[in-house]
């Protein structure tokens, strides 16, 4: 499954009572969230990316983040967890815009969707469905990854400024490089929000303490997040956006940063998957995509079925 592009991490802004009433319904509770847990790591990094008010109107002392996760299938996998958070300063925002209790919003994380060496279940692509299907969850985020093990080159200083080059004008503000990873950050594009490019090896098997496969030396991931209005009526969901000409429009722009990073030769189809899965739960009816939805299997019987309802291009 390498070599592919994929929606990896999602974020949906929704009302918490709604969010609560849907995972219950669904039959999944949310719980406080504990240490030591798989999740743990991807909880503490979301946070940090949220914890910063630029317009300067919040006082730490005056909220507390609140972190609850549902656990929606068996296994340690990330994709098995669905992640809410409450109190954080976007979130006191866009209660304060619609003039609502600064409780009234959550963050809905789904994260882990496109791990090319761990077992995602249909699971989590089910109820990502769900979520996405209705217009009352609004998309603020999501990422796009493409990996691959093309590149055998260590991401260090003498790759910054290469890279800041062939980026330009999207890195006109400077790339950073923090260990082995190099970003871009609020690049001169109106829907992106970050580029990231970074050791994805080196990251599963220092920072995670994963137990990873030499023959993966050379994993490299490209990671492009993509952010959206969600106080605008047009925001209407998910599915509503990847039914439009944006999301064409962001594939094409995807495309590009990667041709300028030196990335050849991916594929679409495992994105072609999740997002006819998302729009259609019947791609997943089968032994195989329930027990690993990111099975070269469950890709292949997908890429004969007669499901797709329509293949995006890039």
Known sequence: MFNQIGIDTAYLIGHYNTTVKALTKDGHKLTNAKRNTPITKTIDTVLKAFEHDNKKRYNKEHFTQMVEVAKIAKGKAISNYVIVIRFIPLLLDIAYHHKKAKGEFCLIV???????????????????????????????????????????????????????????????????????????????????????????????????????????????????????????????????YMDGLNFVDDLYEIDEIATKAGIRGYSDDYLNYQINSVLNNRTMNNKASKEQFNSVESLERFKLSDFIKYTPTI
Do not use: C
């Not at 200083?157 to 004008?169: D, V, W």
């Open 110 to 240: 789904f994260t882990g969707l496109h791990q090319p060496n761990s077992i995602i279940q249909s699971d989590a692509m089910k109820l990502f469905s769900q979520f996405s299907k209705r217009k009352t969850f609004k998309l603020y985020s999501y990422d796009l990854a493409i990996d691959h093990q093309t590149d055998h080159h260590a991401i260090n200083y003498s790759r910054k400024e290469p890279f800041n080059l062939a980026l330009m004008p999207l890195s006109n503000k400077g790339v950073i490089l923090k260990g082995s990873s190099l970003y871009i950050n609020n690049p001169n594009h109106p829907s992106i929000s970050k580029i990231l490019y970074y050791d994805k090896h080196h990251k599963e098997r220092y920072h995670h303490k994963k137990a990873i496969n030499e023959g993966l030396k050379h994993w490299k991931r490209l990671e492009v997040t993509f952010t959206f209005d969600v106080t605008k009526k047009e925001n209407k969901g998910f599915k509503n």
